[in-house]
């Protein structure tokens, strides 16, 4: 399909606009309210507020088939931006370096497609999905009563890939984006002067402790069915400054990765084991908090051959990648559910990586997006 370069400079504005906007997770009413000012005038079938700030547009066809879902995410980072451009962020602290931007951009971009094109046959949900980036809100929209009003048959999204080249698409089979989660394992023991340990409890030996034998029950080669990954994100042993004393109370910060909800399950085990057997053993009181719980997010075999068929009506470029990103994305919970698949647009080899304070959505994927969902919307409901 044609898109016009009349909707692609409209689009990039939008994109632009709402870039100097951002929002965190859960606080995207304004956000949500831009789009909704935007689409209003396609006049879709439906229009659905879920998920306390996401919101739901529907296109129906005039005869009875498949509901498809595009799902775009809401909210940015609390990241300071440091591009200079005119379009920077006039929010102090946050900022659209995940691409947010350019993803609702396109998803948005759909609406005037189907407002000129309605479906045939079937029904088109435009999703615009609050608190990805902190894995409250795929499962916020799915339990939300009015997701029944439009549960989908297929699902579908996609993420801009920095390091890929421009436009490419990305794809795999099976799991595409890592299950992933955080532990905050807090620890109470007794301080005592520093000159006299022996009648205090540091928890300083079991944050080591923790540390070393949590190595022994990784597998860190991303090649490897059974990969695993522990990573130390946050610390905090006793007072700062307070060099008399010697510590009791600490904070241990880990998050885990693997490519399979049964291997996070049994890492998630095995490492509990462990907090409990060090702790046991220098006699330190833990508790353990999980928190930013994302599963992974597995594609279907006919969701992905539909991603390839539309990418070679559009003449894209394929890739398939060997092994699944080890980041988070709480689109698991969809694709778990229902048929469906995320793939990937390159945005560029040189282009800098995600969540970095220079990161900005290429402007010219908003077309090759479009293109990409139309002709997927166009091969499912065909």
Request: charged content about 30%.
């Amino acid at each position: 399909m044609e898109i016009s370069q009349s909707l692609l400079k409209e689009l990039k504005a939008l994109r632009r606009e709402i870039h100097q906007y951002p929002e965190l997770s859960g606080e995207e009413y304004e956000t949500r309210d831009r789009l909704l000012n935007y689409i209003r005038p396609c006049e879709p079938d439906n229009i659905y507020m879920l998920g306390e700030t996401g919101l739901a547009i529907g296109f129906n066809g005039a005869e009875d088939g498949p509901v498809i879902h595009f799902r775009a995410e809401l909210d940015a980072l609390p990241i300071d931006e440091v591009n200079d451009f005119s379009y920077v962020s006039r929010n102090p602290g946050v900022s659209h370096k995940c691409g947010h931007d350019g993803h609702m951009t396109i998803v948005a971009g759909l609406s005037r497609l189907f407002a000129e094109n309605r479906p045939q046959k079937g029904r088109v949900i435009l999703l615009f999905q609050p608190a990805e980036e902190d894995g409250r809100g795929a499962i916020s929209v799915l339990n939300d009563s009015k997701f029944k009003k439009f549960e989908p048959d297929y699902v579908f999204a996609l993420h801009n890939l920095p390091g890929f080249d421009m436009h490419d698409v990305v794809h795999k089979t099976g799991t595409f984006t890592a299950a992933a989660k955080s532990l905050i394992i807090k620890m109470r023991g007794k301080t005592s002067h520093a000159a006299e340990p022996e009648k205090g409890i540091n928890p300083a030996y079991v944050i080591s402790g923790i540390l070393e034998k949590s190595k022994s029950i990784t597998q860190t080669d991303p090649c490897e069915k059974d990969f695993c990954l522990i990573t130390p994100v946050y610390m905090k042993l006793g007072e700062r400054g307070a060099y008399g004393v010697s510590a009791g109370c600490g904070d241990l910060r880990l998050t885990l990765r693997s490519f399979s909800n049964d291997v996070m399950e049994e890492l998630s085990g095995k490492l509990k084991q462990i907090i409990e057997e060090v702790s046991k053993e220098y006699n330190v009181e833990t508790e353990i908090e999980e928190t930013e719980k994302f599963t992974a997010n597995v594609n279907s075999e006919e969701a992905v051959d539909i991603i390839k068929k539309a990418a070679r009506h559009a003449d894209l470029n394929t890739r398939e990648i060997s092994y699944p990103f080890k980041w988070g994305e709480d689109y698991g919970e969809f694709t778990n559910k229902y048929n469906g698949a995320m793939f990937g647009l390159g945005s560029g080899r040189n282009q800098p990586a995600l969540h970095n304070p220079d990161f900005d959505f290429p402007d010219e994927l908003i077309e090759t997006g479009l293109k990409m969902f139309y002709g997927i919307s166009k091969e499912v409901l065909k």
